[in-house]
């Protein structure tokens, strides 16, 4: 059998190449400039930022891009082929077709390995870096938003302005707070309405003469905090007005380059699977169960003391002298775990005592007492509400009064609590969790929470893992696949071959598409055994309509 010349191998795969890296490079940089519109439209871009998104876009798309132009290399190369009589030629001196179509199977392990790489190293550090630049610097944006007069969304907030000016950090005011902002903005007459995040419609509007925006950005969290001065409140929902001298509304910031599979290389997908700890969402659901676990340490604390005949004693915060004793003899528990009713006993009534550096300065004297133990950053908090005809006694400006109902400030329960929880490993923790608290139903739901956002994880990093790998496989696949095409409908105009080659990519990315929808489902714990196999069915039938095209081309 006749070997296939060199100068023909090589002419085939530059040209294929050529035309590749061409065609994708062009059509790379169109669509780049395609979705650059709409952010630069809305003000996100400047002409500068621009330039910038179009470069960091346009290497993301290449996966995208790619298989259509090296379906379109290969239909060009090989319909020329054929219409000069080059591939007859070389039949004819014995050259089999195997040998043919050796240097773009050749090429098609090498696009393949490009594709795979580029996938996984390259493209999602050029993904985040375009997302980045619409939204990295949310300070400028509202500027540039203010000076066009045009209103901002801010998470759930629309915010509009007369002016607006960045404060320079040296300029700062002293803040106590445990984070320092990243960007800060001076507005004068501001109006901003809080929008229903579910509803979509407006649910606050909020007008100041003057405003601060402060821009935070910890970790994996974004937030930006209104500070408001001498602001007229009205609520939408309810009709209601009010004026308030200062206040504060918080709005958190979409980062979606975050955490999302998109945006994460090989070694960050692989490192969230054997680490999901590390994941935003798994720790966020992680610290979720660790405080509940340490509310229902705390009601069990008091009900201990309940049991035991003694009174429970309460303070403000951890180093306050001011302290509430409170005497009862008779509770319930709610299934959840974290409230507990206390009831009056016959003629004996609940007593709240308010001491202050040992003193007693007020007592409250009710039928009952609802404790609640709620989360504050991670500590419990208890709120203690009395109901049922209340009697206050101010010992100080000696008088008594009587209520329906009265809740009394938040407290701290001032014994120190366990903190084993919070040194398990991922794994002990739920299996501590599950075994420790099975009859209550706060913990159940925390574990749940965090269980399905386990298995999000796992359905979306190995989903990508295998998209991507599908993408490079069927790239490579489709270059084949075209060649083969081309020589089995020798004759044909390169419009009608390419059409065909076309359709195969579009149906491959279809495929693609609808086995990475069906991957990815917190319903379905076996939704990846259903979504992976739809990934690859396109590329397998790609492969088996490739074998029979070519058993057609040998045979006739």
């Known amino acids: ?119 996984n190293s390259l ?138 599979a998109e945006f994460l290389t090989y070694t960050q997908l692989r490192g969230y699977r054997r680490s999901p700890e590390r994941f935003g969402a798994v720790r966020a659901a992680q610290r979720s169960l660790i405080a509940r676990i340490r509310q229902v340490h705390t009601l069990q604390e008091i009900e201990r003391r309940i049991d035991e005949g003694r009174f429970l004693s309460l303070r403000q915060s951890f180093d306050s002298d001011v302290e509430y004793h409170i005497h ?44 609640n133990v709620i989360d504050d950053r991670g500590e419990p908090r208890i709120v203690v509400t009395l109901a049922g005809d209340v009697t206050i006694r101010d010992w100080q400006m000696d008088t008594t009064t009587e209520r329906p109902q009265v809740e009394l400030p938040r407290t701290v329960w001032p014994h120190p609590l366990p903190r084993h929880v919070e040194q398990l490993e991922l794994d002990a923790l739920i299996e501590h969790a599950g075994t420790a608290y099975p009859q209550y139903d706060a913990i159940g739901a925390e574990l749940d929470r965090l269980n399905r956002e386990l298995m999000i994880l796992d359905q979306r990093t190995l989903m990508m893992l295998h998209y991507r790998a599908v993408g490079a496989v069927g790239g490579g696949l489709l270059l084949i696949f075209t060649a083969i095409l081309a020589i089995r409908l020798r004759g044909q105009m390169p419009l009608v071959v390419y059409l065909l080659a076309f359709l195969a990519a579009l149906m491959l990315v279809m495929i693609s598409e609808a086995g990475k929808t069906a991957s990815v489902n917190p319903a379905r714990l076996n939704a990846s055994a259903v979504g992976i196999p739809i990934l690859w069915s396109g590329v397998l039938g790609l492969a088996a309509v490739s074998v029979l095209l070519y058993r057609r081309i040998i045979r006739h």
């Open 328 to 371: 009862a003899r008779r509770y319930e528990r709610d299934t959840g775990g974290t409230v507990l009713r206390a009831m009056a006993e016959g003629d004996e009534a609940i007593w709240v005592h308010l001491r202050r550096a040992g003193r007693q300065e007020r007592y409250w004297r009710a039928r009952q007492a609802l404790l």
């Open 1 to 119: 059998m006749a070997s296939m010349p060199w100068i023909v191998y090589r002419q085939v795969m530059f040209d294929c190449l050529r035309l590749t890296v061409l065609g994708t490079a062009i059509l790379s940089l169109l669509v780049a400039l395609a979705l650059a519109i709409e952010p630069m439209a809305s003000g996100m871009l400047s002409p500068t930022d621009l330039l910038r998104f179009v470069i960091y876009s346009a290497p993301t798309l290449v996966g995208f891009t790619l298989p259509f132009c090296a379906a379109f290399a290969a239909t060009m190369v090989f319909v020329r082929m054929s219409s000069d009589s080059e591939i007859m030629a070389l039949s004819a001196a014995g050259v089999d077709y195997l040998r043919i179509l050796l240097p773009v199977i050749i090429l098609g392990v090498v696009l393949s390995s490009t594709l795979l790489f580029l996938s």
């Open 123 to 260: 493209v999602p550090r050029y993904f985040r870096a375009a997302a980045e630049l619409v939204q990295r610097d949310m300070a400028k944006i509202l500027l540039r938003r203010v000076a066009t007069r045009e209103p901002l969304r801010l998470g759930n907030l629309i915010i509009y302005a007369d002016q607006a000016r960045e404060i320079p950090r040296g300029q700062w005011p002293q803040r106590e707070e445990d984070h320092e902002p990243i960007q800060w903005l001076s507005l004068d007459g501001v109006a901003i309405g809080e929008v229903d995040p579910r509803s979509g419609r407006l649910r606050s509007d909020f007008t100041a003469a003057s405003a601060d925006l402060l821009f935070y950005d910890v970790d994996d969290r974004s937030w930006v905090s209104i500070l408001w001065r001498d602001a007229a409140v009205f609520q939408v929902d309810t009709g209601m007005s009010g004026f308030t001298r200062e206040s504060t509304l918080w709005a958190s910031l979409d980062r979606p380059w975050r955490e999302r």
